[in-house]
């Protein structure tokens, strides 16, 4: 599916984005993962606020990465390509590449532990987004200087899919985002 994103200006213009994504979803007909894109992305961002609670950028992206599926529906194989580029002028090159990096990290590890369970919908996504990596794409990608946090940016995303777990409120996330968003300098992408 074509189309491009245009950057996001602000902490405010992504907060609204954000707030969006309740009753929206992973599919324009709602048939994929159990929970809104709202929910998903306050569980992902908590579940790694827990995990790497020093890591700021980490949990942004946790909280942005599904945005593509707000901004185009119906681009499975681009969503992530399409949050990352909304949100690499605002939060920078890091964000922006964990972002990026979070579909292909789904392949590495379908690749790298192939006994790994995924959601029904990443199962069916997979083959839409270039199915498993072979040994020389996941040996590659194994050696992206992002591929660490990307992993666990996928491993918090697969687990961040659960009905009815409250994980807070959007609003909370706003001085995050802009301590992220005033930093974006600091990081090289």
């Known amino acids: 599916m074509a189309g491009t994103v245009q950057g996001i200006r602000d ?79 605002l939060l920078g090159a890091r ?3 964990l972002v ?13 532990e192939p006994q790994r369970a995924l959601s029904p919908q990443s199962a069916l996504t997979l083959r839409a987004q270039g199915g498993v990596m072979s040994a020389a794409e996941a040996r590659a990608f194994a050696g992206d200087p992002e591929a660490a946090g990307a992993v666990i940016l996928r491993q918090a995303d697969d687990a961040g899919k659960v009905v009815g777990l409250d994980a807070g409120v959007m609003e909370d996330w706003r001085p995050v985002l ?12």
Do not use: I, N
């Open 11 to 89: 902490v405010g213009e992504l907060m609204e984005l954000l707030h969006r994504c309740r009753g929206a979803w992973d599919t324009p007909d709602g048939s994929g993962d159990p929970v809104d894109l709202h929910d998903h992305a306050l569980q992902t961002a908590a579940l790694l606020r827990r995990s790497h609670p020093f890591d700021k950028e980490l949990q942004v992206a946790g909280l942005v990465h599904d945005l593509g599926h707000l901004l185009l529906p119906g681009d499975d194989a681009g969503h992530a390509e399409h949050a990352a580029d909304a949100v690499r002028t």
């Open 178 to 189: 802009e301590l992220v968003a005033a930093g974006r300098h600091d990081h090289a992408p």
């Open 100 to 112: 990026r990096l979070h579909v292909p990290a789904k392949r590495y590890l379908a690749a790298v």
């Open 95 to 97: 964000v922006a590449r």
